[in-house]
């Protein structure tokens, strides 16, 4: 199995930053892509960010150029980041974790708030 534990997330105001991180433990040997998703209430859970274990990334328009994932893959976990700049009231979710197993399935870390207001 996969466990995920996000951290970072909080209360900012437009135009500030945050840093979200995502520890992946357990069986990571299994991971390939991961992904940073975000869920508005009352909307669907949407990719944000995405990063394949080549470290090759995609983006959904609305961050691009704002936002940044990257990944560090250590002996025994991996660790993915994502770097938000530029905030928007629009960013304001909850905010995933995703992680692509060879075990089948995505395993999901507990979320993380993401609040952007003045």
């Known amino acids: 199995q996969v466990q995920l534990v996000e951290s970072g997330g909080g209360l900012v105001q437009p135009g500030g930053s945050l840093s979200l991180s995502c520890a992946a433990s357990g069986s990571i040997a299994s991971i390939y892509n991961m992904g940073w998703y975000r869920q508005s209430p009352g909307k669907q859970r949407e990719l944000v960010a995405a990063i394949t274990s080549l470290g090759s990334t995609n983006y959904v328009d609305s961050v691009k150029a704002r936002f940044t994932i990257s990944r560090n893959n250590a002996k025994n976990t991996v660790t993915v980041y994502l770097q938000m700049i530029s905030l928007k009231p629009e960013d304001t979710a909850t905010y995933y974790c995703?992680?692509?197993?060879?075990?089948?399935?995505?395993?999901w870390g507990q979320g993380t708030q993401v609040t952007v207001s003045s």
């Open positions: 995703g992680a692509d197993t060879t075990l089948g399935g995505r395993r």
